[in-house]
């Protein structure tokens, strides 16, 4: 870490401790597609947000604030379809989340004329990979649930 990032987290506060994330992304023609996130700073969960929207794509953008379903001060976005979560703690630290974990899964979301109409989730963890992170559980796949 450089001495201005160091100098900027004394001036704004101790970074967190260690930030994670779980992502559910669901996508079908029937009902729009649906996005979940959960942060969690040093395990206690500080933001438990979602939205839904039709035809999200990769330039899709997803923010929510303390508003909207986070702690105060803290914010989270998720881009490019969930692949990509970033954070802003309350104390100002920022981080891109990095993906520690995904798997995906095709399933039937439909039926159109007598033919099934294919969906697609995947579930990811994310974590801003802090020092302070080591030993901790962290975030766990759920078998593709929203919410574990």
Do not use: R
Not at 12 to 35: E, P, R, W
Not at 51 to 72: E, K, L
Not at 81 to 92: E, H, L
Not at 96 to 114: I, P
């Amino acid at each position: 870490m450089s001495i201005q990032t160091l100098l900027a987290l004394a001036v704004l506060g101790k970074a967190s401790a260690c930030v994670t994330a779980h992502l559910y992304m669901q996508n079908c023609i029937f009902g729009g597609d649906t996005l979940v996130v959960q942060v969690f700073d040093n395990g206690v969960q500080v933001c438990d947000v979602g939205s839904n929207s039709y035809f999200a794509s990769d330039a899709t953008s997803y923010s929510w604030d303390d508003q909207h379903g986070c702690s105060p001060g803290w914010s989270v976005s998720a881009t490019h379809n969930g692949k990509s979560v970033s954070i802003v703690a309350a104390n100002g630290y920022a981080a891109t989340l990095q993906n520690t974990d995904t798997h995906d899964n095709t399933f039937v979301c439909g039926n159109a004329f007598e033919h099934d109409v294919k969906g697609s989730e995947f579930e990811s963890c994310f974590s801003d990979n802090n020092g302070d992170c080591a030993g901790q559980a962290g975030c766990q796949l759920c078998d593709f649930k929203a919410y574990c």
